[in-house]
């Protein structure tokens, strides 16, 4: 059972800040993975009332609180219009509805879990985090920024592109963590796939030697799959052994590069 010192709802984000610097204090989130802890922490600091739990569209970007559920972007019209459907694929498979109504973009994003569906996707995206105290950076950026700098992360920005946007991903049951996760977008002709549950977080591979340049073809996604194959890095834990993992990952991007092949 975790335990709190004193319970905050931050009436700024100067304040919410300010009160994260202290390593025992914890910014809450939805709370759903937090509450699986053990231990004692000072102050659980409550964003509720800073108005996060918005999602802002503009001509060029959402603009996506950290607030806002996993269930608000999965019903989401515009955004699954923008990712052909990718947003709702890549959540409805967490836990179910009641938890995906409590769970917040800003916890899945903030914690950088390997298992997290919501971070492969935004880095296939091309996202970007707004943190309060470090600005504006991508999400693939914001994976290898350091955890011991602590800081708030205000809002998710996607921006508005023609890119187009498959998501998958391979769980031993419907609700279950994923053993693996792959996300793959084209943006002018320029491919990347993001490959996660590895079971480290997800990792982004580019289309270095322009394979799918051509057009794809069940010959380009094969080949494309073996240069992937060769760069990928996979571990092993309860879900599956980094063997499995590896023929799993050739399985999912083939199929994602074939399907990314008929989205129009």
């Known amino acids: 059972m975790l335990s709190f010192n ?16 202290k390593r025992s204090n914890v910014v809450l989130g939805g709370m759903l993975w937090l509450k699986m802890q053990n231990g004692s922490r000072g102050t659980a600091i409550d964003l509720c009332d800073l108005g996060l739990d918005q999602i802002e569209e503009t001509p060029e970007e959402y603009r996506i609180g950290a607030m806002v559920s996993l269930r608000t972007l999965e019903m989401h019209d515009g955004l699954n219009t923008l990712t052909q459907g990718s947003m709702a694929e890549a959540v409805k498979h967490i836990v179910g509805v009641q938890f995906r109504n409590v769970a917040t973009i800003g916890g899945s994003i903030y914690g950088r879990f390997g298992f997290s569906d ?30 011991k700098t602590r800081d708030i992360l205000v ?24 053993v693996l996760t792959c996300a793959l977008s084209c943006l002018n002709g320029q491919y990347t796939c993001v490959v996660g549950a590895r079971p480290m977080k997800a990792a982004v591979y580019e289309d270095e030697k322009q394979i799918l340049s051509e057009g794809i073809t069940p010959e380009s ?30 399985v999912l991007v083939r199929r994602a590069v074939l399907a990314l092949g008929e989205v129009s």
């Open 155 to 178: 809002r998710v920005i996607v921006p508005k592109t023609a890119r187009k946007t498959v998501y998958l991903t391979m769980r031993n049951t419907e609700t279950d963590f994923p």
């Open 6 to 21: 004193q319970y905050v709802r931050a009436q700024s984000l100067e304040e919410a800040y300010e009160l994260c610097q």
């Open 118 to 147: 919501v971070l492969t996707l935004f880095m296939a995206l091309d996202a970007n985090v707004e943190l309060y105290h470090a600005g504006v950076m991508s999400v693939k950026e914001f994976a290898d920024f350091p955890r």
């Open 221 to 250: 996604a094969m080949a494309f799959v073996e240069d992937i194959a060769s760069r990928a890095e996979f571990g092993s834990n309860l879900r599956g052994g980094a063997d499995y993992r590896e023929k799993i990952c050739g």
